[in-house]
């Protein structure tokens, strides 16, 4: 006699990271969840004026979904809003483009094991510190937002670059060099060809948003050439340590 076993599902929070049209009016999203990692399932009906789903199923919004795995796909059931993010972001260009730099990214580092529900919980207060939810924390320009959360995320994967002692012979920096196949900056003696030398206040402003000194940062990104150049370090990095083009990332 055959045991009945019901269709795996579960409930967890969760942010839109893409969408692809299936059919006329149903959506396949792309989900990171807090505890089980990227999740692709299908939104039925999404796409209709009338749907329940939606106005709570989009990106930069956190929600509470309930899943029912199939064997390639889920299946969406029911969902509730959490906190919702996106009318500052979408109604500021650089934030907008920001944040979907980091919906990208939170996709990508996501895949390293154990490392989605950090990844998740950086992307919750990235997407918040981006809208300007907190008054009393330090503003930052959108790109710096970005830059945050992704060295957070590296740092959760295990890529984080050296900011500070040569990546190569551990050294006690800070170094003037950096390369990014040598896993960020490197001392006089182990620095390869091709090495830049970037300005100081560059690497600097990526150490403090790795650790999370926003006020100092505010300060150091006042000057733009410093956001610009760290961005530039950072998505070397990025390129090189994970090998991904992440061109949303990239257009910043």
Same mark, same amino acid.
């Given at each position: ?9 579960f409930r ?15 959506l396949i ?36 979904? %309930? ?100 990546? %190569? ?70 390129? %090189? ?12």
């Amino acid at each position: 006699m055959s045991s009945f076993s019901p269709r795996p599902n579960f409930r967890d929070e969760a942010f839109v990271l893409r969408s692809y049209k299936l059919g006329e009016a149903d959506l396949i999203l792309v989900l990171l969840t807090r505890s089980h990692g990227v999740v692709r399932a299908v939104a039925k009906g999404i796409r209709k004026t009338k749907s329940r789903f939606g106005a709570r199923l989009d990106r930069f919004s956190k929600v509470n979904v %309930q899943v029912y795995r199939g064997r390639s796909l889920g299946k969406i059931t029911d969902t509730a809003s959490l906190a919702s993010y996106a009318g500052p972001i979408v109604a500021d260009v650089d934030k907008y483009f920001a944040g979907a730099a980091m919906l990208e990214l939170a996709q990508i580092l996501s895949t390293a094991e154990g490392s989605s529900e950090a990844v998740f919980s950086s992307l919750d207060a990235g997407l918040a510190l981006l809208a300007g939810t907190d008054p009393a924390t330090p503003e930052l320009p959108p790109v710096s937002v970005a830059d945050r959360f992704v060295l957070h995320g590296l740092a959760e994967a295990g890529w984080m670059p050296s900011l500070v002692d040569c990546a %190569q012979c551990g050294r006690p920096g800070p170094h003037r060099a950096f390369h990014p196949r040598a896993g960020g900056s490197v001392c006089v003696l182990c620095r390869p060809p091709g090495s830049a030398t970037p300005p100081p206040e560059a690497v600097r402003l990526l150490w403090l948003l790795a650790h999370d000194r926003l006020a100092v940062a505010a300060q150091v990104a006042a000057n733009p050439g410093n956001v610009r150049v760290a961005h530039e370090l950072l998505l070397a990095h990025v390129r %090189q340590q994970l090998e991904v083009a992440c061109p949303a990332y990239a257009a910043l």
